[in-house]
């Protein structure tokens, strides 16, 4: 069990390592300033361990089998990565906002390791970070059918969830083959007959 009180505020985002040794947490800004720390426990012990500054950070997620995250500062309007979070972090920019970054607040990686995505929940864009051996070959700016309130991925390569549980469709983002949109109806239960 890991105590999450030695953060002070509110915890925005967490994300646990697949070992599920440590966790990163990353809690809402003070005074403009916020940061990404890790979490371990050691003979039930909790240590707080703090990676990275960042201005406003709002989602996480890891790269590379937990070795190093991704984490999206909308108050800087960039993507960070931060490489060998269990020994000798180290953070670098993966994108600003002369690539799109505009207030990103949704994050997700490629189950190859190939590409970050970003999105915000307040407009329709989507930005597509490629990655080349943890260096950006590319970035991408494509537009979305709606401002996500999600972006996660589902359980087959290269397709996310934009949009939660709604009495109205769902929405799915197909990356594989350029940016394709599906929209899911949703299901529709027959009344009970009286």
């Not at 994300?15 to 300033?33: E, N, Q």
């Not at 994108?95 to 929940?121: E, F, H, K, M, P």
Request: aromatic share 4%; net charge negative.
């Amino acid at each position: 069990i890991l105590d999450l009180s030695q953060i002070p505020g509110e915890i925005l985002a967490i994300a646990a390592d697949p070992t599920g040794t440590y966790l990163l947490a990353i809690p809402a800004a003070s005074h403009g300033h916020g940061g990404i720390n890790r979490v371990t426990n050691d003979q039930s012990m909790t240590t707080v361990s703090g990676l990275a500054p960042a201005i406003q950070p709002t989602a996480i997620q890891f790269l590379h089998g937990g070795r190093d995250a991704v984490v999206a500062d909308a108050g800087a309007n960039q993507i960070l990565l931060i490489t060998d979070v269990t020994a000798s972090p180290a953070a670098s920019i993966l994108a600003t906002s002369s690539d799109g970054i505009d207030s990103v607040d949704r994050l997700a990686v490629s189950d190859d390791q190939n590409y970050v995505l970003a999105a915000s929940s307040q407009n329709t864009k989507l930005v597509v970070i490629h990655l080349l051996n943890g260096f950006v070959s590319a970035v991408e700016n494509l537009d979305l059918p709606c401002a996500p309130s999600l972006l996660s991925p589902l359980f087959l390569p290269h397709l996310y969830v934009l949009s939660g549980p709604t009495p109205g469709p769902v929405k799915l983002l197909d990356n594989s083959r350029g940016t394709n949109t599906y929209f899911v109806p949703p299901v529709m239960i027959p009344s009970a007959a009286n």
